[in-house]
């Protein structure tokens, strides 16, 4: 990677053909500035801009790239097993209405607090410490090696949420009015095993608790339950009673929690191995 820095309009050729170009506003104007990546208004700034924006850039940008793949194959491949069982007749595990907003309402609110606010160390400590530096040197936090790393973590903690989900649902089948509950009522558990666990996760990626952060994923969160309601109120709805069923089956609060507590657990460990590397 090949960073150009230049304060002239003779610079300009330099830092477009650059990977990262770095004008700074001198004497002969802000023309290289119009053509760079970042501009800064002196060269005293240059320090601040890669060893604390730079770093901190690098290290979010990497976190928010894996978290957004590793979710979407914890919510995807429990879909995979389950038409596995289901001989992949078609039949879905996820209502579509809960698919879509997935993305735009669940679990992603809390993105938006973490890639502002979220810092791993002060800029004293960036900035006294060049070795902080290396994360992003040596590509640590995203790298062919990270990337299926965390696609095998994700497909194993899916698998885990659908096996606790569905293996508990076979202790509640019959509900004390004699009723018994739908498949939908399965899907929609293991949707809202996938949306904690994701939201939650977030608290393990982040080296900053924010309230910001707190916020939204307690928003999230709050949002897919009044979804999942309004949903089991239509009569029409294949989703029609659901909310109610899960509430009554005691046995899937405890296969909520141990799923909970099966995916947190390996990626704690993982944090803490690419922390204790990055020192």
Same mark, same amino acid.
């Given at each position: 990677?090949?960073?150009?820095?230049?304060?002239?309009?003779?610079? =300009?050729?330099?830092?477009?053909?650059?990977?990262?170009? +770095?004008? +700074?506003?001198?004497?002969?104007?802000?023309?290289?500035?119009?053509?760079?990546?970042?501009?800064?208004?002196?060269?005293?700034?240059?320090?601040?801009?890669?060893? @604390?924006?730079?770093?901190?850039?690098?290290?979010?940008?990497?976190?928010?790239?894996?978290?957004?793949?590793?979710?979407?194959?914890?919510?995807?491949?429990?879909?995979?097993?389950?038409?596995? +069982?289901?001989?992949?007749?078609?039949?879905?595990?996820?209502?579509?209405?809960?698919?879509?907003?997935?993305?735009?309402?669940?679990?992603?609110?809390?993105?938006?607090?973490?890639?502002?606010?979220?810092?791993?160390?002060?800029?004293?400590?960036?900035?006294?410490?060049?070795?902080?530096?290396? =994360?992003?040197?040596?590509?640590?936090?995203?790298?062919?090696?990270?990337?299926?790393?965390?696609? =095998?973590?994700?497909?194993?903690?899916?698998?885990? @949420?659908?096996?606790?989900?569905?293996?508990?649902?076979?202790?509640?089948?019959?509900?004390?009015?004699?009723?018994?509950?739908?498949?939908?009522?399965?899907?929609?558990?293991?949707?809202?095993?996938?949306?904690?666990?994701?939201?939650?996760?977030?608290?393990?990626?982040?080296?900053?608790?924010?309230?910001?952060?707190?916020?939204?994923?307690?928003?999230?969160?709050?949002?897919?339950?009044?979804?999942?309601?309004?949903?089991?109120?239509?009569?029409?709805?294949?989703?029609?009673?659901?909310?109610?069923?899960?509430?009554?089956?005691?046995?899937?609060?405890?296969?909520?929690?141990?799923?909970?507590?099966?995916?947190?657990?390996?990626?704690?460990?993982?944090?803490?191995?690419?922390?204790?590397?990055?020192?």
């Amino acid at each position: 990677t090949v960073l150009a820095i230049g304060d002239g309009g003779n610079d =300009i050729n330099m830092i477009r053909a650059a990977n990262v170009g +770095v004008g +700074v506003r001198g004497e002969e104007g802000a023309m290289a500035c119009k053509y760079a990546d970042f501009a800064i208004g002196e060269f005293q700034n240059l320090k601040p801009l890669l060893f @604390i924006h730079g770093r901190e850039c690098y290290r979010r940008n990497s976190v928010l790239l894996v978290f957004t793949i590793w979710r979407n194959i914890v919510l995807r491949a429990s879909s995979v097993y389950f038409g596995g +069982v289901g001989g992949f007749s078609g039949q879905v595990l996820y209502n579509d209405f809960f698919v879509v907003y997935f993305q735009i309402l669940y679990t992603t609110l809390l993105l938006i607090p973490y890639t502002l606010l979220d810092r791993e160390y002060s800029d004293e400590v960036l900035l006294s410490d060049p070795k902080k530096y290396k =994360i992003g040197q040596e590509n640590l936090y995203y790298r062919p090696k990270t990337f299926w790393m965390y696609c =095998i973590i994700g497909m194993v903690q899916s698998l885990w @949420i659908y096996l606790f989900i569905t293996q508990s649902a076979v202790f509640d089948i019959a509900q004390e009015d004699g009723r018994t509950s739908t498949y939908w009522s399965m899907g929609n558990t293991t949707f809202w095993a996938c949306v904690l666990s994701i939201n939650f996760m977030m608290l393990v990626y982040c080296s900053q608790i924010t309230v910001a952060l707190i916020l939204a994923i307690l928003l999230g969160v709050v949002l897919f339950i009044l979804n999942w309601y309004s949903l089991s109120q239509g009569e029409t709805n294949d989703d029609y009673g659901t909310f109610e069923d899960c509430l009554k089956m005691p046995y899937q609060y405890f296969s909520v929690i141990l799923a909970l507590v099966a995916i947190l657990v390996p990626d704690v460990a993982v944090k803490r191995y690419l922390k204790l590397k990055a020192q």
